[in-house]
């Protein structure tokens, strides 16, 4: 679709990154915190556990000064359940509150948004012990904690998040450190999703809540979405992208928007015996949530061909963003028609648009981008400066994207990548940097964790200062 003139962003659009807890805060097992699935989990050879990370904890005045230096009018954080309900249930943890309350209130200070994840990737370990997403009552364990952020926050926090990438969390659960199995698993595909199932489930009934006891806020899912290409225009390519589309990312916003499974998901899940099971007035709690808008994580698209049934899997190496095979319904292919960075994503920009338009148009719901980033091996140069201009084109080119989807009629509420400063990747490290801010630490180094303004930090407060019509470096 070409545009004579385009669209500028909307006013009040919520430009700002985002993190999550246990990437940036450390003070793992501090002023009273439970430890998390995270903290307990054995890291990737060669990379940092989460002990410190950027110790955010102790250092969020200086980091939401810098952000507000950048004119961030929004920041997309996590509360680490574990803080506040170290058992996961029961128990408040006070300072865990009074954490979150003044980093709320440093956030306001400055005029900045506060979007607030509620889960994201950090199970309370004491909870994992009791079956994690597998025991039905994770959906009451997740209301009593949702619950207890409402009534803390919610007279400041306007904007909630449910579930990071609960996508993810399902089809690559072993790849972040999330997937717990109970021993006497016996079909392990069957109780992946009946895990989700208890996940959405619960997304519901805290969407509800919500609306019930904060009905001038709004909420949403946050999945990780982005189309998947048909690798040619034969016909059993098509139907393959339908497929792999429909696992990856209909699932996921078809039961959030409209309370129901994808029905090639549900037949999928039929032929492994793995449909899950519906407690007692769980439809009715799916078809109850109505989400304000939807939150979404993109990186890069993916391209699936025909895969026969028969087709033997190889030792294939994914990671969150790389689709991996599902013989007799797809079968994923590099794409040559894109650049890679260096940890081997794909960069779509122009999928990105594509993504959000059609996002836009199966669900007629305001979005907001609560991740896209580029990760890379930063470097500090003695005279403190970090130049980064790959982060800045690959920004540039995504930011001219929304823009051309607003001119194609989306309604977009704000742009919030990843991520706001350098954080511990989930299974690469420190040395995977995406942050505007740079912060002096290495793996297993903790050096000064001084913070630095990026290259990428000066031209994002550009890009903010002019609404996104000035993107020159």
Not at 181 to 199: A, F, G, R, S
Not at 348 to 364: K, S
């Amino acid at each position: 679709m070409h545009h004579k003139t385009l669209k500028p962003f909307p006013d009040n659009f919520f430009w700002g990154a985002s993190t999550s807890a246990y990437q940036v805060e450390g003070a793992a097992l501090e002023d009273g915190k439970g430890p998390s699935c995270q903290d307990v989990k054995v890291v990737p050879e060669g990379t940092s556990d989460l002990s410190v990370s950027v110790d955010h904890y102790h250092r969020y005045k200086e980091d939401i000064a810098l952000m507000a230096e950048m004119g961030f009018k929004s920041y997309r954080f996590s509360i680490s359940w574990s803080r506040l309900l170290p058992q996961g249930v029961g128990e408040v943890n006070p300072k865990g509150i009074a954490f979150y309350n003044n980093l709320i209130d440093e956030c306001l200070k400055y005029g900045i948004e506060p979007i607030v994840t509620m889960f994201h990737f950090d199970m309370p370990a004491a909870l994992d012990e009791r079956g994690s997403w597998g025991n039905p009552e994770s959906v009451n364990w997740f209301l009593e904690f949702a619950r207890l952020m409402y009534e803390n926050f919610g007279d400041r926090v306007k904007y909630w998040l449910t579930i990071n990438e609960q996508n993810v969390l399902t089809l690559a659960g072993p790849i972040i450190g999330t997937l717990h199995l109970p021993d006497n698993c016996t079909n392990v595909k069957k109780e992946i999703y009946q895990q989700n199932h208890h996940q959405l489930v619960a997304q519901a009934k805290a969407m509800v809540l919500c609306h019930e006891l904060l009905p001038e806020a709004k909420i949403g899912p946050a999945p990780n979405i982005a189309l998947i290409y048909p690798n040619t225009n034969k016909p059993e390519d098509i139907l393959a992208s339908q497929n792999a589309n429909a696992i990856r990312n209909w699932l996921y916003l078809d039961m959030a928007v409209k309370g129901r499974y994808n029905h090639l998901v549900w037949e999928y899940l039929g032929h492994f015996d793995a449909q899950p099971e519906f407690a007692p007035g769980d439809a009715q709690a799916l078809a109850q949530a109505q989400p304000d808008f939807i939150a979404f994580n993109y990186y890069n698209t993916s391209t699936v061909e025909y895969c026969p049934a028969e087709f033997e899997l190889g030792d294939e190496k994914s990671d969150q963003q790389k689709m991996l095979t599902e013989p007799g319904y797809y079968r994923a292919v590099s794409n040559p028609n894109l650049p890679k960075t260096e940890f081997g994503w794909e960069i779509d920009p122009i999928g990105f648009r594509a993504t959000l338009r059609t996002l836009y148009d199966r669900y007629h719901l305001p979005l907001l981008v609560t991740e896209n980033g580029l990760g890379a091996y930063d470097s500090l140069t003695e005279d403190g400066r970090v130049h980064d201009p790959y982060r800045i084109n690959y920004l540039r080119a995504h930011i001219e994207q929304i823009q051309l989807a607003i001119s194609d009629g989306v309604e977009m509420l704000g742009y919030n990548p990843w991520s706001a400063i350098d954080l511990i990747s989930t299974h690469e490290g420190i040395k995977k940097r995406y942050g505007f801010i740079y912060v002096d630490r290495d793996e297993f180094d903790l050096k000064t964790l001084k913070r630095y303004r990026k290259d990428s930090f000066f031209w994002y407060k550009k890009v903010i200062a002019s609404n996104g019509q000035d993107l020159t470096d």
